[in-house]
């Protein structure tokens, strides 16, 4: 029996403007992910109608975060949108060290803080279709039906400077039609594990952007988006 350790499990990252339909893609892609787990992120917004307690987030208190914060429970932590989100050290680094895969869906400042903590993680963005930006988010988050209008105000301010940050991420996707996306999301984690797992001596891919088609110079394209959830 081998004694060697199992290699660490593939960090994925996904995020992207309020509206974009993150967990919606993260939903149509778990059954060509089998291998990864989400990471639940801690939050002290209040929950949205269907959201469940420790399956969509940990929802807390102010003081409850507060503690989480003293004891060093969080690998990252943002305040966005006049509300704090964190991701708890316990959702990702058990799992990472025991050879298993984890995705982190989250705010782009949490993004950011992930890959200086982790620079072997892959950073996805997803964007909503180029000239519609504006549109369809405020669509998707007029469909919520749980923000008022100076809550959807600020989330556009936000996203505004998201949409700024895609030149960190390895990938973007631009999500025109929930079920390519996501598709493509897969293709992306497809070919990071080929690389990965290539045999000493054989060349590696040296172009991703002409086999999956995004960097972070490059996007993925897809057809008319749907409903999601974030």
């Not at 990252?76 to 949108?81: G, L, T």
């Not at 782009?108 to 988010?137: C, D, H, M, N």
């Amino acid at each position: 029996m081998s004694n060697e350790a199992k290699p660490p499990g593939m960090l994925l990252v996904l995020s992207g403007p309020a509206g974009v339909g993150k967990d919606s893609v993260w939903q149509h892609a778990g059954p060509c992910l089998p291998s990864f787990a989400k990471a639940i992120t801690c939050t002290t917004r209040a929950p949205r109608p269907g959201e469940t307690h420790g399956v969509d987030y940990y929802f807390a208190s102010n003081h409850d975060f507060d503690g989480m914060i003293e004891r060093d429970e969080l690998l990252e932590w943002a305040e966005v949108h006049g509300n704090r989100y964190g991701v708890p050290v316990s959702s990702v680094t058990g799992r990472l060290n025991a050879g298993g895969d984890v995705i982190c869906i989250i705010e782009v400042q949490g993004a950011l803080r992930i890959r200086a903590l982790f620079p072997e993680s892959t950073l996805v963005f997803l964007k909503p279709p180029p000239g519609r930006e504006e549109q369809i988010l405020r669509e998707r988050m007029a469909g919520r039906g749980a923000e008022t209008a100076e809550e959807t105000a600020r989330r556009m301010q936000t996203a505004e400077w998201e949409l700024g940050q895609t030149s960190f991420y390895d990938y973007q996707i631009i999500n025109d039609e929930i079920e390519n996306a996501a598709q493509q999301l897969c293709d992306i984690v497809a070919q990071k594990k080929a690389d990965h797992t290539q045999p000493a001596g054989t060349q590696a891919v040296a172009d991703e952007a002409t086999t999956i088609g995004a960097t972070t110079a490059g996007t993925m394209t897809t057809g008319t988006m749907t409903d999601g959830a974030i």
